[in-house]
T-cell receptor
Framework: DTAVSQTPKYLVTQMGNDKSIKCEQN?????MYWYKQDSKKFLKIMFS???????INETVPNRFSPKSPDKAHLNLHINSLELGDSAVYFC?????????????????FGNGTRLTVT | AQKVTQAQTEISVVEKEDVTLDCVYE???????LFWYKQPPSGELVFLIR??????QNEISGRYSWNFQKSTSSFNFTITASQVVDSAVYFC???????????FGKGTRLHILP
């Protein structure tokens, strides 16, 4: 069973189009995230949701809109795609937004969606 | 401000050599959490280690070891007797409960040459 699944794995589209990336987790986690990894491999957080409520919204263009219909899903919708949006987008989930003791990774990542805008 | 610096952009070593990946962090908090993740060529992110700032012992896991030094705000990662399969991008990361998010360094691309 895949813990955090993203679809599609690859997405090729033209400038100006609107597209969505879906993310689902079956871990029962309360918190979900979207990270963007650019061509230089830099990983940067975009959004986080806790129990369907927006917690973090980094400096991301308004064209990007996350939607969380329930706490197991966090979809990313992108309007009017631009060349600079080409990247790998990672969804992740976490049991909660706070850490205590323990040795596990707080984040469980999906396998990423490679978005190419032409 | 909180920050993670991985000064080594790219490293190449010959197989069986030891290699250390550097990580320096900045935080004002006394409680924080540090991580290393591996991203092989296939692209997925693989968790390697978590270090809580209040833990005492350094970690060893097989050929991997981590050296946490609060005095220098560093959390370095050493691979002993490197293998070609260790070739990947390695990320150091920092988390504070106050911020609710993990901040990643820019990564170090490691090439292990046969």
């Amino acid at each position: 069973d895949t813990a955090v699944s993203q679809t599609p794995k690859y997405l090729v589209t033209q400038m100006g189009n609107d597209k969505s990336i879906k993310c689902e987790q079956n871990l029962g986690h309360d918190t979900m995230y979207w990270y963007k990894q650019d061509s230089k491999k830099f990983l940067k957080i975009m959004f986080s949701y806790n129990n369907k409520e927006l917690i973090i919204n980094e400096t991301v263009p308004n064209r990007f809109s996350p939607k969380s219909p329930d706490k197991a899903h966090l979809n990313l919708h992108i309007n009017s795609l631009e060349l600079g949006d080409s990247a790998v987008y990672f969804c992740a989930s976490s049991p909660s937004a706070r850490l205590g003791t323990g040795k596990r990774s707080p984040l469980h990542f999906g396998n990423g969606t490679r978005l190419t805008v032409t | 401000a909180q920050k993670v610096t991985q000064a080594q952009t790219e490293i190449s070593v010959v197989e069986k050599e030891d290699v250390t990946l550097d990580c320096v962090y900045e935080t004002r908090d006394t409680t924080y959490y540090l991580f290393w993740y591996k991203q092989p060529p296939s692209g997925e992110l693989v968790f390697l280690i978590r270090r809580n700032s209040f833990d005492e012992q350094n970690e060893i896991s097989g050929r991997y070891s981590w050296n946490f030094q609060k005095s220098t705000s560093s959390f370095n990662f050493t691979i002993t007797a490197s293998q070609v399969v260790d070739s990947a991008v390695y990320f150091c990361a920092l988390f504070m409960n106050r911020d609710d998010k993990i901040i990643f360094g820019k990564g170090t691309r490691l090439h292990i040459l046969p």
